[in-house]
């Protein structure tokens, strides 16, 4: 795609569209000349040098990488009218597209039926899910891994629920016999499970889960905001494929929440929340004279604790899924590349006496430390900082990131690394892009070369 070229075209078709209506002269008050804006819009430009090359593969630290084009264009094309998708008269095109998009991400995971939206981000999309959770449970609590995403807990507490965190497995799964435990005491409602924990890209054992839920009459809700995409590899041929078993299982879970702003390709903030029953719609009733009044139809602001949201979140998305869709050949291809980049890395530092590998990778998150001598958590701690420190300067930046990992955890992989601190920060790097898989030898000899005494 020529994105200059079709961001010209966006302009022109709103701009053909408005012209439509009339002229009209805009009010002075609005008017900024071009000599004035180019002071500011130089001063943008400069400052926004100041972030790291996301959009590279050389960046290899955090969740981050730029929006697929075509959700550039579509956000921009639909910025300029700047619908509201709280109300089907503040969005009535991207309203519907809403509905598409995420009916797409309902047929992803296996749903039949459905009730969801989009939101601002994967937060507000778990509070809503733990949200109906009490509503429908109340007085219980949530369980939820220990190496679950911190807004579960931070959620709890909003909602003034109790949470339980549930001890891991050596892979960083929750421990079904933990669980076990707990949800014996009849205090838990509802179950959090985690497709993709955003330290290490573990899955929890989702189809497991399954048998608990039925024996304790517990909700099962899945935080997928990381790795719901990744369903898409379920049971694929090739060093790729993933395991089919807890992918699978998800469509028979109540709730999901998956954020297309990480592995859909999107702009921040795009998340999205899906119930499998759509009834929990009775939660969020209420009535607004002023706002629903164009249509009969639902209003999304009736299904959504949130009020007004970008129509061009939803039209980016809608853009997309028609040239990439949610399937296994179309979005399921770039996810693909850096599940392969996250195993050929994995290979390299197995292979390699200077980088050890924490543990194997799930999804496209590869954690790894320095190999030090003697072999001690804080050896590997301030060894681990200094690459981080070191990848980040000269004229041939690498960027990472790191993953602090408690006693316990790395001594469950690596017990030959003797225990003389609290844990140790191992390197971590995410390959979501999908340019990483060309690029795995020449990060993995830079970070070989840093991690070299």
């Known amino acids: 795609m020529d994105l200059q070229h079709w961001l010209g075209r966006a302009n022109d078709a709103i701009q053909q569209w408005a012209d439509t209506f009339g002229p009209y002269e805009q009010h002075p008050s609005l008017l900024v000349d071009d000599d004035r804006f180019a002071v500011a819009f130089e001063e943008l430009t400069g400052r926004l040098k100041e972030n790291y090359p996301f959009f ?29 998708n709280h109300a089907l008269d503040g969005g009535p095109a991207t309203a519907r597209m809403e509905r598409e998009a995420v009916a797409q991400l309902a047929a992803m995971f296996g749903y039949d039926t459905h009730l969801g939206h989009l939101t601002t981000s994967g937060t507000i999309a778990n509070l809503e899910a733990l949200f109906v959770a009490r509503e429908l449970h109340p007085g219980r609590g949530v369980a939820y ?5 911190y807004t579960h807990g931070r959620m709890c507490h909003v ?10 497995d050596d892979s960083g799964r929750i421990s079904i016999d933990a669980l076990e ?12 499970l985690t497709a993709g924990t955003t330290g290490l890209g573990a899955v929890d054992p989702v189809h497991s889960a399954l048998a608990l839920r039925d024996r304790y009459g ?15 590899l379920a049971g694929a041929d090739g060093p790729e494929g993933l395991p089919a078993e807890p992918w699978r299982a998800i469509a028979r879970c109540d709730s999901i929440v998956v954020d297309p702003h990480k592995h859909g390709l999107q702009p921040y903030g795009c998340g999205a929340v899906l119930f499998r029953d759509p009834e929990v719609g009775r939660f969020y009733l209420h009535d607004s004279p ?10 999304l602001g009736e299904i959504s604790l949130e009020c007004s949201r970008a129509g061009a979140s939803a039209a980016a998305l809608w853009l997309t899924f028609q040239v990439l869709p949610p399937t296994p050949d179309g979005l399921g291809r770039v996810l693909g590349a850096g599940r392969r980049a996250a195993l050929r890395w994995a290979d390299l530092i197995s292979a390699s006496d200077a980088l050890e590998l924490y543990q194997r990778p799930e999804l496209d ?11 001690t958590l804080s050896g590997v701690d301030a060894a681990s900082a200094r690459v981080l420190a070191d990848g980040m300067a000269g004229t041939d ?44 030898q020449r990060l993995h000899d830079q970070v070989t070369r840093l991690a070299r005494p």
């Open 159 to 168: 909602l003034g629920m109790k949470g339980y965190p549930i001890p891991t």
């Open 181 to 192: 435990d707990i949800l014996r005491t009849g205090e838990v409602g509802t179950v959090v």
């Open 365 to 375: 998150i590869v954690g790894y430390f320095p190999s030090v001598q003697p072999a």
């Open 397 to 440: 930046p690498v960027f990472l990131s790191t993953l602090k990992a408690d006693r316990d955890a790395f001594a469950a992989r690596h017990p030959e690394v003797t225990a003389d601190a609290d844990g140790a920060r191992i390197l971590r790097s995410v390959l979501m892009k999908p340019e990483s898989e060309d690029h795995v």
């Open 218 to 232: 517990v909700r099962l809700h899945v935080d997928a905001a990381y790795g719901g995409f990744f369903t898409l």
């Open 56 to 84: 590279h593969p050389r960046y290899a630290g955090q969740m981050l990488k730029p929006p697929h084009p075509a959700a550039v264009v579509g956000h921009l094309a639909t910025m300029l009218i700047n619908p509201n």
């Open 145 to 149: 891994s220990a190496d679950a995403h």
């Open 290 to 299: 002023y706002t629903y009044f164009t249509s009969s139809e639902l209003h």
